[in-house]
C-alpha cells in the first residue's frame, strides 16, 4: 500500500558515467513518479501515471523541480560544528589549537544531543540524506549521534574516535578501552534502525601500535563493518606519522601491516600518494574519500581524480566538517571541480551527481538500499530547484539540457536549492523550524 506519491523530474543513476554524454549511465524522466510504501521504501518509478496512485494517496508536485537520490556525506565530523571556520595556518596547528579543544567538550552528554539535534537539522536543510561520521573519542557522543538519527529514521553511519595519544589527557582512550567502548557500541547501535557503526581510528598519529593491533581484532570481529580513517592529508602529518612509526617507508603501509586497509576501508583525503601506496589502494580495494573544501581551507593539497582512476582506485567525495567549510554536497562538488582543473584533469556534471548519489552509496557498501531511486530502495530523496534564486533563475533561461542545469546547480546551488529533502519518504526540511 502506498503512502506517499511524488511527482517531479526523476534522474538516478545505472552506472558511473563515462562523460558528459554517456546517457546510458542514467535514467532520467520528464514527468515521473515515485510510489513510497509503508515502510518507506520504493514500491514504483517511472513515468507519472496517474491510475497508479491509489485512492486517497495525495501526489507532492514538485515539477518543475529535479528529484535526485538523497546525497551522501561519506566523511564528516560531526562534533566538529563549533569548530568549522577557526583560523589556523595548517592540519596540525588546526587540531591542536581548536579541535582537540572542542571535542573536549563531548564528554557531556547534554552538549552531545544539542549539537546532534543541530547537525541533523543541518544535514536535512543541505539535501543530505546519509554521512559517515567521526564522533569524538566520548561513547556519550556517539550515543547522542545514532539516538538522533533514529529519531529521523535516516540511514547513518558512524563511530568513536579511538586516539590514545598525541592529544589531550582528556581525549584519550587505551588500547584496551578504545576496543572495549568500541565494542560496547557495535553491540549497542549496529543495525538498530538504519544505523551503521563504524570503527574510527582518528589516524595513526594518534593511535599507538598497541591500538592499532586492537582496532584489527574489531575489524576480524566484525567484518561486515566499515572502517574510517585519515591518510597522507598534509606533508607535516606524513612526515610526524613516519616518526611515530618509523619501521614503515609508507604512511598507508601502517594501516595496511595492521590489517587495516579493504574494500570497507575509508581513507580520508588520500592526497599525497607514493606510487607504491597507489598500488595498495587497487589492491585492496579502499575508497579514497576526497574532501575538497577541506584540504584547500587547511592548504593540505589538491586531490588527483584522473590519478586515481588511471590507477583503479574507487573515489568518493565528501565534506569533512570542520575542516571543510560546506555541509552543502553542491557546495563541496563545485569545489572538487576546481581541484580537478588545477591538476588538469576534468569532471562532467552527470559524474559529479554520480558521486553525490549512487556513487557515494557504493563507497559506503550501503548501494542495495540507497543512492538510486529504484523500487526496493527507500525513498531518501533530494528535490533540487535550480531556479531557487533571481541570478539561478536569469542564468536558468539560457540553460536547455540536463547537463547543464546539473553544471548550474553545482556551481551556483547550495541549500537554497534544496526545495525538499525526502527521508524513507517523509518529507523533512519543510518540517524542520528554520
Ligand atoms: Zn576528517
Redo the contacts with the bound molecule.
Sequence with gaps: MSSRAIRGRLLSFRQRPAGRDDIGAYSYVEDGLILVDADGRIAFSGTYDASKIPAGVAVDDHRPNLICAGFIDP?I?FVQMQVVGSYAANLLEWLNSYTFIEEQRFSDPEHGSRIASAFFDELIRQGTTTASA?CSVHPESVDAYFAEAMKRNMAMAGGKVMMDRECPEELRDSAERGYEESSDLIAKWHGKGRNSYVISPRFAITSSPAQLAVTRVLRDEHPDLLLQT?VNENRDEIKKAGELYPDYPTYLGIYADYGLLGPKSLM?HSIHYKPHELDMMRESGAVAVS?PTSNLFLGSGLYDLAQADRNGIRSAVAT?IG?GTSYSMLRTMDEFYKVQQLKGGRLDPVSSFWFLTAGNAEALGMEADIGRIEAGKFADLVVLDARAVPSMAIKMERVERLEEELFMLQTLGDDRCIAETYVAGVPMKSALSL
Excluded: P, T, V
Design positions: 566523511h565530523h567521526f585519515h580520508g574532501c569533512d575542516g
